[in-house]
C-alpha cells in the first residue's frame, strides 16, 4: 500500500513494515546492505501530520515511524524515528494494529497527536506516565 494510505487509514500504534522492493544483499556487502536496511525496515506509526503550507512551497503530508531505541545500562541514549513523506515510492504495509484494550498514551501539541508509548493497560499507562513526567499526555483506550 502507498504512504497516503498509511496515512489516512493506520491506527496510531501500528507496526508498519516499508520495503523499496529490492532483496536483500548478502552480509558481505556492507555499504549495499546499509543502504538496503535505511530502505527496508519496520516501525511503530507514532505521529501523522497534515501536508503544511509554506510561503513558497507545501510540505507534502507525512507520518513517523519509531524503529527503536538504543540504550545503556537502562538509560535510552539514542531514539530512532523515521519520517516518511505521502509521495514517498516506497512499499507500505500494516504488520500489526494495537489489540483492542490496549491503551494508547498520547500528547497533543500544535494541531497534531504523537504516540508516546502503547500500553497493555490504563494502569501500566499511568505508571508509565509517572515515571517518565508527562503532565500533558491523555490516555485512549484501543477500540473503546
Not at 505521529?47 to 503550507?53: A, G, S
Request: aromatic share 8%; net charge neutral.
Amino acid at each position: 500500500m502507498s504512504a497516503t494510505t498509511i496515512i489516512d487509514s493506520a491506527p496510531l500504534g501500528a507496526l508498519i513494515r516499508y520495503t523499496d522492493g529490492r532483496p536483500k544483499p548478502p552480509a558481505r556487502f556492507t555499504k549495499k546492505l546499509a543502504a538496503w536496511e535505511r530502505s527496508n525496515g519496520v516501525g511503530r506509526l507514532v505521529k501523522k501530520e497534515p501536508p503544511r503550507p509554506y510561503p513558497t512551497w507545501t510540505a507534502p503530508a507525512s507520518f513517523t515511524l519509531h524503529e527503536g531505541n538504543f540504550s545503556s545500562d537502562g538509560v535510552i541514549l539514542v531514539t530512532i524515528m523515521r519520517s516518511h513523506s505521502a509521495d514517498s515510492r516506497l512499499i507500505f504495509e500494516v504488520a500489526e494494529e494495537p489489540n483492542p484494550g490496549q491503551v494508547r498514551v498520547l500528547l497533543d501539541f500544535g494541531g497534531n497527536t504523537e504516540l508516546l508509548h502503547l500500553a497493555e493497560s490504563i494502569t501500566a499507562a499511568e505508571l508509565w506516565i509517572a515515571r517518565e513526567g508527562y503532565c500533558n499526555a491523555r490516555l485512549e483506550i484501543v477500540g473503546g
